[in-house]
């Protein structure tokens, strides 16, 4: 069965309809009528093949989309957070929420974009159960996908979390005593380059490919088809003053509807991504309850 297939009941639960309904009817906060209208969209990975289509089909609606690349995931919310960008489309709803709550920032999703499973990769064995016991595993050191990251290794029987863990799980929630190796966390960036002193490593999505590997090559992943995925769904953010934008969504309209743009994110991803249209209120409402969640962990 295909991916695809097997995600039909995520799409149906997550409510997968078309984001924007009736732009027309909104007051334009941002219209780019004369052509004139420049919208800066912070990313990480510029190069990824779902942007040069999507800059151009902007472009056909009369909107200039300049992209400003990011070479890792802490600097894009406050630079959005400043003003020195527009939009961002990088993170999803746990990151979101991290930030927000840690910032004390009103950041807040303005379209979903794709739900991408979190993998495990070596270079050194070709399956989870070939890792001997006390070897050392590598994870993204920010606290969202920490916690992603713990549930996979949970998952694949290679770590016990105290509890059963959860999106808030840290190193300090993983059972030594009942756990098969060492978890050690390092920016999300450099997890592909530490394969080769580790024996495995969490590896997000934008940096797969950089370390020469596929996302055929993952030998453990978290499921996207789960209908408790929300949550992990990526999206566009705006600051919340710009959330009614009618440019800012034309601009997710039309990155969830081009087929150029969707093939190339099917592109990125090596076919793994799951595209999705989840209502702006739903995902406002994740992002409400995560943070809620993250504040009071916090506290």
Partial sequence: MSRRSRITSVIAALAAVPLVASLAACAATGAADDGGETVKIGVVGKSDPQWAPFVEAAAEEGITVELVDFGDYNQPNPALTEGELDLNQFQHIVYLADYNVNADAD????????????????????????IPAGETVAVPDDPSNLARSLLVLQSAGLVELKGGGSIFSTIADIDEAKSKVKVTPLEAAITATSLPDVAAAIINNDFVEDAGLTFADAIAQ????????LPYVNIFAARAEDKDNTTYAKLVELFQTNEKVQAGLDEASGGTGVSLQVPVAELEQSLADVEADTAAQKG
């Avoid at 978290?222 to 995925?229: E, L, M």
């Fill in 107 to 130: 950041l807040t999703p303005i379209g979903s974009t794709q739900i991408y499973p979190l993998g495990l990769y070596s270079t050194k064995y070709d399956d989870v159960k070939s």
């Fill in 222 to 229: 978290d499921d996207p088809s789960d209908p408790n995925a």
